[in-house]
């Protein structure tokens, strides 16, 4: 038996290239039989029914090819080339990575900025939260556990030996006195 597997390094302009294997009868039996095992597997419980196995290799190359060729293509699909600078040698190549103008999305360049933005902004928070309940620091280690870094009440409860009625109340507490505070703050 002769089948066609689509060949992903020849994929190009949309276009598919194929490449022939030579299988003799009978030894795919078994490799049917697995393809059909995973893809159940994968299925989600209501689309188990609809699986099917294959009757003949192609069917199942088939259903590869195209997935593959599907994925390469959307891949693929709006990526232009970068006017990006040639490098030392003077080439451009394939990999090189876009300018930072060209790119729809720019915090991929500007992860390490957004991570460090994201902690100087929790810890400003944090300061605010125990400058506004001063003296009431549980209260504060609290609001922040709890409704800040979201630890569940009854988790934060049994790490410090305490009710979780009684979390629950300076939590309230402590959310009321913020609000106030937040309302008469100077801008």
Known sequence: MKIKVLYEDNIKNSHKNYTSIEIPDGDYSVMLDIDYEQRLAEAKPDKKDE?????????MFDLMN???YNHRRRFYNHWG??????NEEGEVSDTTEPLMKE??????????EIIRDH??????????????????EDWADMFIAVRIDGIPIRE???????????????LKRATQKLKEEYKNRQI
Do not use: H
């Open 156 to 170: 934060y409860a049994n790490s410090i030996g305490a009710d979780e009625n009684n979390i629950t109340q300076k």
């Open 81 to 86: 080339l970068s006017k990006a600078m040639p």
């Open 66 to 68: 195209s997935k593959e």
């Open 103 to 112: 790119v729809a999305d720019d915090r991929v360049f500007r992860k390490d």
């Open 51 to 59: 699986v099917k196995r294959f009757e003949t290799v192609q069917e």
């Open 119 to 136: 902690q100087n902004e929790y810890q400003d928070v944090c300061q605010w939260i125990r400058k506004v309940l001063g003296k009431k």
